[in-house]
């Protein structure tokens, strides 16, 4: 019978060992993972130019118009705002009163606590600024006599109780007329509310357009990358790990038309804004367009990246929800 060889001196035995992965290595692959897939999604999208600029055009344009009708309604409402803060009344006094009685008229109405202010006009002054804003100079200097009251201009301090000092001002016996027109004003208001619900409709309307679009997309990119799943998960892939190059693909999408959206936004309204000063300026209002501002134009591109990457995760949970055997196609 064979001897057994000698084990030699410090030999050891050898056996199968496990190895654990330590957290910060899972975290490295994961976070590498990320920068693989972010980096290799923006390459497939810059791939194809035409269709991605086409997809970034659509999705731009259903981004821009509601943040443009809602800007609308923001400067209509900011307009509201300062013709009901500057609401005067205009205090149209009798044939009878001479402009002595009417300049203390105003001094007396100016101490009272609830108005502002209150400012005389005489019917020289102001048959001289209706000459100067009509243009019919040469009719008004052939008139003999002078059509115009003396005025009073009363500025209430709370715009609110506007009506009810009218009322009170138009009751005196010096005071002919009173008027106080702030109907429009009111027809305003309600018009914004209204608007600010169709804004508000017209949003998700497109918003879910835009849903539709980019989930469309990033199902025809899964359908291009069919075989590469179904090795991926053949092999282990857990559904993150296939899911995460499309969630980057629909985030540089949304991106991309948020960014098409906010340039858009802001040609259209440096379009307007000359011509809405004129205008303004041509009724003697100081008063000018708002825009899109630096925060409202990356609020407007994370809201396309978080809709592209709500439309990823739909389209591609459809397909991580069949078998690999049972993959479009198979």
């Known amino acids: 019978m064979a001897a057994r ?35 290799d ?5 810059l791939e194809r130019p035409t269709a991605s600029l086409l997809t970034w055009l659509v999705v731009g344009i ?23 803060s500057q609401a005067q009344l205009s205090v149209f006094l009798r044939p009878a009163v001479d402009a002595v009685a009417g300049q203390a008229l105003a001094e007396e109405l100016g101490q009272r606590a609830e108005i502002a202010a209150a400012t005389f006009r005489s019917r020289e002054e102001a048959l001289e600024e209706f000459r100067a804003r009509s243009g019919f100079s040469d009719v ?47 027809r ?10 169709l804004v508000l ?13 980019l989930g469309n ?14 090795v991926t998960r053949l092999v282990g892939a857990s559904d993150a790990f296939v899911r995460r190059p499309f969630l980057y693909s629909g985030l540089w999408y949304g991106i991309g038309g948020g960014v098409v959206a906010a340039l858009l936004v802001a040609a259209v309204f440096a379009a307007l804004r000359g011509p809405v000063a004129q205008l303004a300026e041509a009724y003697g209002a100081d008063w000018r367009l708002a825009g899109l501002g630096l ?23 459809r397909h991580l929800r069949l078998d690999p055997g049972e993959l479009p196609g198979n």
Not at 41 to 45: F, I, K, P, Q, T
Not at 202 to 212: E, K, N, S
């Open 62 to 84: 259903a981004l821009a118009l509601p943040v443009s009708l809602a800007l609308s309604l923001d400067n209509l409402r900011a307009l509201g705002g300062r013709v009901d």
């Open 201 to 213: 409709v017209a949003a998700l309307l497109l918003a879910a357009g835009v849903l539709l679009v």
């Open 295 to 317: 925060i409202d134009a990356f609020g407007l591109v994370l809201a396309g990246g978080a809709l592209g990457l709500i439309a990823a995760w739909l389209a591609v949970g």
């Open 188 to 197: 305003l208001r309600r018009l914004t509310e209204l608007g600010a619900r």
């Open 140 to 186: 008004l200097g052939g008139l003999e006599d002078n059509p115009l009251p003396h005025l009073l201009l009363v500025v209430p301090r709370d715009p609110a109780q506007a009506a009810a000092l009218a009322e009170e001002i138009g009751a005196l016996a010096t005071v002919d007329e009173v008027i106080l027109d702030l109907a429009w004003l009111e």
């Open 5 to 39: 060889p000698a084990r030699r001196e410090g030999a050891r035995r050898e056996g199968a060992r496990v190895q654990r992965t330590r957290v910060s290595h899972r975290f490295n692959a994961w976070v590498r993972h990320h920068r693989l897939s972010a980096a």
């Open 217 to 230: 997309t990033i199902r025809l990119a899964v359908e291009g990358r069919r075989e590469e799943i179904e």
């Open 41 to 45: 999604s923006l390459r497939r999208v």
